[in-house]
């Protein structure tokens, strides 16, 4: 069943993402070749605590860590390590809160220095897609619509969509329904209704859309091991379109000053 959320459900849900989008901005400052997912981990773990909040990833489902950090050909769900990023890496960094019974969820893949130009366009266009796909979210519209968007995008851009995860509406669970997949028809699945809450999340891949689930029970990484970006917005659908629960502004400012 989809929760729909009342407007004061909707707010406590931004507190939470606008906290998600202040620790990425806090992890954003501290890219920088030489620096370990480990280290980027316990940032974002003591940020979010000291603004009353709770690492939303840390032991869900036995999860190890606060932040999912993928590098490169990773996908989603990279575990926090000992790997020390270097110029021309791209990070996906993942983030979840919970405070006041609801999540924040939301994801921005980061450059490590300079980047190469195909690799700077991958990252770009999943950006958009996301922006496509989130304004397709209002009431009215289904979540084939949101997945058409997404999907022509990157398609379009010459790049592959990841099938095997999806987005997913969010409240006082981490995922709820309806799923919200990259891939999909104008027209099709539910219909969106004021008060529903999504996290729409392209993962979008260079090269073939194929994954491979490591063994680590985590890590999902290209079969190619050619690079993945990851974006994710939490949106609240309106009568008239999204609202934006995420700000990736305060993440852009601090990584570009
Ligand atoms: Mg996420
Ligand atoms: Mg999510």
């Known amino acids: 069943m989809i929760h729909l959320k009342t407007k004061e459900e909707i707010e406590l849900l931004r507190e939470n993402n606008q906290l998600v989008s202040l620790t990425l901005a806090e992890v954003g400052k501290h890219i920088r070749p030489g620096v370990t997912t480990r280290e980027l981990d316990a940032v974002a773990e003591e940020f979010i605590r000291s603004h009353g909040a709770v690492p939303g990833f840390l032991g869900y489902n036995g999860f190890p860590a606060s932040l999912c950090i993928s590098v490169n050909e990773g996908v989603v769900h990279g575990i926090p390590s000992d790997y020390v ?15 006041k019974g609801f999540y924040g969820d939301s994801a921005y893949t980061f450059a490590v220095g300079e980047i190469p130009a195909d690799v700077r366009q991958l990252l770009e266009v ?104 990851h974006y994710e ?9 999204a609202d934006v629960l995420t700000d990736f502004g305060v993440i852009e400012n601090a990584i570009n000053n």
């Open 85 to 99: 990023l270097k110029q021309g890496d791209i990070v996906s960094v993942d983030c979840g809160t919970f405070m």
């Open 126 to 229: 999943t950006k958009e897609a996301l922006y496509k796909g989130v304004a397709q979210a209002k009431a009215g519209n289904r979540i084939g619509d949101i997945s058409a968007a997404v999907q022509s995008t990157a398609e379009a851009g010459g790049f592959s969509v990841v099938r095997e995860l999806v987005g997913h509406g969010l409240g006082r669970k981490m995922h709820e329904e309806p799923e919200v997949p990259n891939y999909g028809s104008k027209g099709r699945g539910p219909v969106l209704k004021e008060g529903m809450v999504l996290c729409i999340e392209p993962m979008i891949n260079m090269g073939g859309r194929q994954v491979v689930f490591e063994r680590d029970g985590w890590t999902v990484r290209t079969r190619d091991r050619k690079p993945s970006a």
């Open 233 to 241: 917005f939490a949106v609240a659908v309106g009568k008239e379109g």
